[in-house]
């Protein structure tokens, strides 16, 4: 039992030569730019926009905050372990190698299943891209085919989606109903990859100048069509006019997607090895690249909430382009252009997430927690090549039969549980000594601050939303019961949490990132966590039948 938590002790000779080390400062801020404005952007915000209407910029700003403090922490193990491996790595040093098994796992589920959404989000502004350029895609070659069945069962109004199923052609008995763009657009990335971590790196920093300036463009242009009425819609329930129409608990049930706007962050520290100077380049890199994503997502917000009506946005899966329609603030140029560079940025995001991948499980085959072939790095590309190739086979395969939905909330469930473990494993970490130039995680006594902060927001909240404490342990209830039992526990862990602090004197930074990010578990439903269980049922017996029995560190 003791060898499951045994820790494994990093030093900076462990860190491999075999990568190339290229990467400094600005193009960490790039790649974390490319990472977290993406998808999230161009795809997601639309979905969530609905659910939490204009409110949701609220949501916005905790996972901006939960991320920032997460990101400190990122920082803090980045500055200790600069090896490949992210919270993987971190993972093995504070909690023990079952642990960091775990983690890697999560990571998997981050990164390969989280392709598979902005894949299918590549392909969704590509195909309208070629639309409005008067090139039509047969609709049976645009989307996977759980999407048109469930379409079919579930009486969606989705006219591409039914036209898929009614259009396509028989092999057999089965509809051949293939995204080939999202197919095609995963194979591109994966040979990028491949060949190297300098042409990845020029090719992204090219494309995200491309995206800023059109995301500033799209906030500039905007502002000037901003009806200020439409950030206090009419409340469905209540008559009145409200910045949350939908409720506290609507803005919560759009966590996914805005959470998944800001996973991207975490991908930068699995370039460890291959950035120069780790120890400085990559906590500066990480924080200024979050920072400037959470000031771009609250002003696109703010623009999308304030020029439509929040429930127009129901089904839209281009939000910034669809602003601009006919039927909304009518400028031809500005939709197409943001068509485009939905384009541009997307691919960015794939390309940050395909590299990170490959990373984990060179970390990870490295420790003999996974086979050594995926220690294999190209004598010429200096690349993990064959965890690459794996890479893009293991994104590829699930888009012929999976959904965006489900990846959506698969994904950020287990994002947010790494984030967790990151947090708590820093305040498991011993004192270090302060080396100057490098980064170092401020140490901020908590025990008297953080219950102070916990229960003086506990009681605002209280006297804020009444009506909510008064039913919070009514879990019967068909809307918000979930949610509430979600909160209670979210309490009394938070209330542990506290006695915790009090008795060891943890420090306040890693402890506000803890507990914010597991309020942002709260807004997970029932589904999300039989899944997320399933998924690590599996991992468990993967490690106990290969990873125990190979450990590197067991051997020693």
């Known amino acids: 039992m003791s060898q499951l938590f045994r820790r494994k002790i990093y030093s900076e000779s462990d860190t491999s030569t075999n990568l190339l080390r290229v990467l400094g400062v600005w193009d960490i801020v790039f790649f974390g730019i490319a990472a977290i404005i993406g998808a999230g952007s161009f795809s997601s915000l639309g979905e969530a926009v609905f659910r939490g209407g204009p409110g949701v910029i609220l949501l916005y700003l905790i996972c901006g905050f939960a991320c920032g403090f997460t990101a400190l922490c990122y920082a803090e193990f980045a500055s200790r372990i600069p090896t490949a491996g992210s919270a993987y790595t971190y993972a093995y040093a504070s909690f023990g190698e079952l642990i960091a098994w775990i983690i890697g796992w999560a990571l998997i589920m981050e990164y390969s299943f989280g392709n598979i959404y902005v894949a299918f989000s590549w392909s969704d502004y590509f195909t309208s891209f070629l639309e409005r350029l008067g090139m039509h895609i047969p609709d049976y070659l645009t989307c996977s085919y759980t999407e048109a069945k469930k379409a079919i069962m579930n009486g969606s109004e989705n006219k591409t989606l039914l036209n898929a199923w009614k259009t396509a052609p028989l092999l057999g008995s089965l509809k051949f109903i293939v995204d080939v763009p999202a197919l095609v657009i995963n194979g591109l990335i994966t040979w990028l990859c491949y060949v190297g ?253 953080f219950p102070i902060i916990f229960i003086g927001g506990l009681i605002a909240f209280y006297k804020w939303q009444p009506e909510f404490f008064q039913n919070l342990m009514d879990w019967k209830d068909p809307k918000e019961g979930e949610f509430r039992a979600s909160v209670f526990f979210f309490i009394l862990i938070n209330l542990v949490l506290c006695i915790w602090t009090y008795v060891k004197n943890l420090s306040l930074i890693p402890l506000i990132g803890l507990s914010s990010c597991l309020y942002l578990l709260t807004g997970m439903s029932h589904e999300n966590w039989f899944w997320f269980g399933l998924w690590f049922a599996i991992g468990l017996i993967i490690y106990f039948f290969y990873g125990y029995k190979n450990s590197k560190l067991r051997k020693a």
Not at 241 to 256: D, E, L, Q, R, T
Not at 325 to 343: D, H, P, Q, R
Not at 392 to 410: A, E, H, R, W
């Open 197 to 449: 971590i300098k042409e990845s790196k020029n090719f992204n920093n090219s494309l995200v100048i491309l995206k800023l300036a059109v995301i500033i463009l799209v906030i500039l242009v905007g502002f000037s069509y901003i009806n200020t009425e439409n950030w206090t819609p009419i409340s469905p329930e209540t008559g009145i006019p409200s910045f949350m129409p939908n409720g506290f608990v609507g803005v919560m049930s759009a966590v996914s997607g805005v959470f998944f706007a800001y996973i991207g962050f975490d991908a930068l520290s699995v370039l460890s090895e291959e950035t120069k100077d780790p120890q400085k380049t990559l906590p500066k890199g990480m924080i200024i690249s979050l920072v400037l994503c959470t000031v771009i997502y609250i002003a696109l917000t703010l623009v999308l909430t304030g020029m439509v009506d929040y429930k127009k946005f129901d089904g839209v899966g281009d939000p910034l382009s669809f602003i601009f329609e006919k039927g909304n603030a009518n400028v031809a140029w500005m939709e197409l252009t943001v068509s485009f560079i939905a384009i541009v940025a997307i691919t960015t995001v794939l390309l940050v997430f395909q590299m990170g991948q490959p990373r984990i499980w060179y970390a990870m085959s490295r420790d003999g927690l996974m086979p050594q072939k995926f220690q294999t790095v190209h004598p010429k590309y200096k690349t993990p090549s064959f965890a690459t190739i794996v890479t893009g086979i293991v994104v590829g395969i699930p888009i012929l039969f999976t959904d965006k939905t489900f990846i959506l909330d698969f994904t950020s469930i287990g994002t947010i549980f790494a984030f967790v473990l990151v947090c708590a494993g820093v305040l498991m970490l011993p004192a270090k000594e302060k080396i100057k130039g490098r980064f170092h995680l401020p140490y901020i006594n908590g025990k008297i601050i």
